[in-house]
């Protein structure tokens, strides 16, 4: 696996009837690391296809270097490999042999290839229809086939640009899902180009914001939508959902920030309703709710149904997604939520005012 980088990129074209160079991209310097998954938005003519076709080799910058693996990149590389917005499948080619085109070229065995494809093919979610053709299958499917193509040479760099923007909406959430899980097997160094700053926050570890051919902010999804770098970031994520990018660890208060309750007891939130008592290494070993004895339940198990006698305390990890966390206040009458390391030490908590300051993005 490799990484690729651009190290002060620019990109000037000429008009085809002369003129002044036009600049594209100016000024770009960043890394994504092996296995990293970076998202770049921007509005249209930002620069951000310019990126991708510098990173492929398809255009050489006029200015500084763009180095994959360690490799300057002068031409293109076969170690990286290009998925469009348009599946581009050959239409008189079913669906394997589609898939199998690079291996062919490559002069691969005709029994390998087909070994490589069916593989793709099931972890694309098409199997059983790799002897269809194109037409044969719908916009979404087509696409999973574009990406078992892509993946079948088994590039260590993989450029997508904008691949799920012309399916509908339905189809577009289930293809981004099906990317994210099978990211975690194949572990692709990926720059994912998006006019969708929801689907670039769900899609990239990290979010990288561009205008005018410049980076504008690069950072974590959450550190985007907490801390926009400027007016310019602030209006771009205005309409932003928050709950699909915060996690129990972007909005809760930590343990040093809980008011003590007295004789080794912790409150969970300002309305004083919810303590803990804690030992030496901050493991719970007892909770009340309103002054009675609590029990505490998994956020894994909110979506079961919990007798309201038990009184229940709903628990979590730093990375539980703030969405879960909303259901389980719901759940306890605005209970707080307990957060527990994986040493089931505990962390911090969050009330209701915590998720409120989040959503509506005010610390007041």
Not at 262 to 290: H, P, S
Request: proline share 6%; glycine share 8%; aromatic share 6%.
């Amino acid at each position: 696996m490799v990484e690729i980088e651009f190290r002060n990129v620019a990109k000037r074209f000429v008009p085809r009837g002369g003129g002044d160079p036009l600049t594209a991209v100016q000024g770009l310097s960043f890394t994504v690391k092996t296995g990293e998954v970076v998202s770049i938005i921007g509005p249209s003519g930002c620069g951000k296809s310019t990126v991708l076709n510098m990173g492929s080799g398809l255009y050489l910058p006029s200015e500084g270097e763009v180095y994959v693996g360690g490799e300057r990149v002068t031409k293109p590389m076969r170690q990286v490999a290009f998925m469009l917005q348009k599946d581009l499948l050959m239409p008189w080619r079913t669906i394997r042999a589609n898939v199998e085109l690079g291996l062919e070229i490559d002069g691969v065995a005709p029994d390998e290839r087909r070994r490589i494809a069916e593989d793709l093919l099931e972890r694309c979610h098409l199997k059983g229809f790799g002897s269809h053709y194109p037409y044969q299958l719908s916009g979404g499917m087509r696409q999973r086939g574009a990406l078992a193509r892509t993946l079948a040479i088994d590039p260590q760099v993989l450029l997508m640009d904008e691949p799920f923007s012309a399916l509908d909406p339905l189809i577009r959430t289930k293809l981004q899902d099906e990317l994210l899980q099978l990211q975690k097997e194949i572990k692709k160094t990926i720059i994912f180009v998006s006019h969708d700053l929801e689907e670039a926050l769900k899609i990239g570890n990290r979010i990288t914001i561009m205008e005018g051919g410049r980076i504008v902010q690069s950072g974590a999804p959450e550190d985007i939508v907490l801390r926009p770098a400027n007016d310019y970031v602030r209006d771009f994520i205005a309409n932003v959902n928050p709950l699909s990018v915060l996690t129990a660890w972007n909005v809760m208060r930590a343990l040093h920030e809980l008011e003590p309750a007295g004789e080794g007891w912790i409150w969970l939130d300002q309305r004083k309703t919810t303590r803990f008592k804690l030992d030496k290494d901050q493991k719970v070993i007892a909770a009340e709710r309103d002054r009675k004895k609590a029990t505490w339940v998994s956020c894994d198990d909110v979506e079961k149904p919990v007798p309201p006698d038990t009184r229940p305390v709903y628990w979590a990890r730093p990375g539980t997604s703030l969405k879960t966390v909303m259901l389980a206040i719901h759940n306890t009458d605005v209970a707080p939520v307990a957060i527990f390391d994986v040493e089931d030490r505990f962390i911090g908590a969050i009330g209701v005012r915590n998720v409120l300051q989040a959503v509506l993005k005010r610390p007041d």
